[in-house]
Nanobody, 119 residues
Framework: VQLQASGGGLVQAGGSLRLSCAAS????????MGWYRQAPGKQRELVAN???????MYADSVKGRFTISRDNAKNTVYLQMNSLKLEDTSVYYC??????????????WGKGTQVTVSS
């Protein structure tokens, strides 16, 4: 199983970016999908996640600015980030609980994608 993230980059404060993460490789079922971020010198933190039925959860720091969604047919999760702030600068990681064939779900991480917000 692979999680391939894309969409990071450099943006000015107040701007927007959209991250995507596609899962591939013998997938039977995907449960929760989510995004985490880790800034230099800080612990990795949950940004948002979404269940297979669409229930979402957000960190307080991004509520009202970020929107997580998923396309189950494409095994892809998205993170629309609006009104970006300097403090949103981090490496963003995709995460998912994935069952391969019919086995129990395993937690997977994608490689990070850098998001840099400039003033």
């Amino acid at each position: 199983v692979q999680l391939q993230a894309s969409g990071g980059g450099l943006v000015q404060a107040g701007g927007s970016l959209r991250l995507s993460c596609a899962a591939s490789g013998g997938i039977f079922r995907i449960n929760v999908m989510g995004w985490y971020r880790q800034a230099p010198g800080k612990q990795r933190e949950l940004v948002a996640n979404i269940g297979s039925g669409g229930r979402t959860m957000y960190a307080d720091s991004v509520k009202g600015r970020f929107t997580i969604s998923r396309d189950n047919a494409k095994n892809t999760v998205y993170l629309q980030m609006n009104s970006l702030k300097l403090e949103d600068t981090s490496v963003y990681y995709c995460n998912a609980d994935i069952a391969v064939v019919s086995y129990s779900p395993t937690n997977y991480w994608g490689k990070g994608t850098q998001v840099t917000v400039s003033s």
